[in-house]
């Protein structure tokens, strides 16, 4: 019982972060939701199911459970959101060793992400 109210409970968080991010350039909506759903699929069903019939985030979740894929449009609006937060990061840090790191992470990052398979869902 405890497990399923903390499942909610971060569940609806990530909802709220994500659709937080969905206005605010430099917070990423999709791994919220995919974290909502990861949440809600343990928690409540009933919720995920709702979660992925959403007309808005719906088919970007059926997108990335169906074909562990995502759409081109996302892939380039997360790789500015990826690259300008890790340039603001960059600018802000005083150390070198901390910029090399964030540098590193920036390129693994977007290596990986770019590696993800595009799969465009119809727009309907």
């Not at 985030?57 to 074909?67: D, E, S, V």
Request: charged share 10%.
């Amino acid at each position: 019982m405890v497990k399923k109210a903390l499942l909610l409970l971060c569940g609806w968080a990530c909802v709220a972060l994500g659709l937080i991010g969905a206005f605010l350039p430099l917070l990423p909506t999709t791994p919220f939701l995919l974290l909502a759903s990861a949440c809600f699929m343990r928690g409540s069903p009933r919720i995920n199911n709702w979660l992925l019939n959403h007309p808005r985030f719906g088919p970007i979740l059926q997108n990335w459970h169906h074909h562990r894929a995502v759409s081109r449009n996302v892939k380039r609006r997360a790789s500015i959101m990826i690259v300008a937060s890790f340039t603001l990061s960059i600018y802000l840090v005083p150390l070198l060793w901390h910029k090399i790191m964030l540098l590193t992470m920036l390129v693994v990052l977007l290596i990986w992400f770019h590696r993800l398979p595009e799969r465009d869902h119809p727009t309907a």
